[in-house]
């Protein structure tokens, strides 16, 4: 029986693992001979040994093809471990994996939308903003999905004062957005048309906010968001100390 210990110490060497290994390399390589190391961990992991196309574009050249988005996975292509998955794809040589891809968005890109769905005009950054709605927008099937939830999160607070209005208008437009009438040949980010009214994409904001302030996932995550936010700006107050050593200010740190 694995102790606790051994399972932390094992996904340590795990890690150690990942990181060293070139992504160059297959995927074989890394996991055939470390199974013991690797057994119960599940991994998602970039490599440059494949290509995937993710919706209308590879992984590869997402930040290409729209420079207002950062990738989270630096390769061409993702390969995913699990003990069942692989043995699976050895037995049959290969398996789907059904994946929900999406973009998230951040509180300046959010409220872009907010901006743009009321009508008004989004200056030097017109240009930026149609290229991310025609990226959104022109993938395979119904194109990217877009998470907004880290927006919420970010004014998690701000949104639950009575007479602050741009947290709801900016979810409101954000569900409006799911129902932009869109044609890659016609569309004019000027002049936006939806078929959904205000009224109904406020009803699901409400909704949506609704569900994020009860949520007691969401309240144990702010707590833990303030937590991070005490402990780095006591770092930054340690760090104006140019006296003490950085053992020193590391200990306070740690205390």
Sequence with gaps: ???????????????????????????????????????GFKLIYS???????????????????????KKYFYGKALLFFSDELYDRTRLKGRIEIPIDYSLSLDSNAAERFRVWEDGKSLDSSEQDFENLVRFIKDGVGNGFNFDYSFFIIENYYDSMKPKNHRPFNTIR??????????????????????????????????????????????????????????????????????????ESKLSHLVE
């Design 47 to 69: 490599t440059n040994h494949l290509e995937d196309d993710f919706a209308h574009t590879s992984l590869k050249e997402i930040e290409a093809d729209c420079p207002t988005l």
């Design 173 to 246: 437009a954000l569900k409006r957005f799911d129902h932009l009438v869109y044609d890659k040949e016609s569309f004019c980010v000027t002049s936006p048309l939806f078929n959904e009214s205000r009224l109904e994409a406020g009803q699901r904001a409400i909704d949506t906010l609704y569900a994020f302030h009860s949520s007691p996932e969401i309240q144990s995550f702010q707590q833990r968001r303030l937590l991070l936010y005490v402990v780095l700006l006591k770092a930054v107050i340690l760090n104006q100390n140019t006296q003490t050593s950085a």
């Design 1 to 39: 029986m694995e102790t606790r210990t051994e399972r932390l110490d094992r996904l340590q060497q795990a890690l150690n693992l990942v990181v060293h290994h070139d992504v160059d390399l297959s995927f074989g390589d890394l996991i055939d001979k470390n199974r013991r190391v690797l057994k």
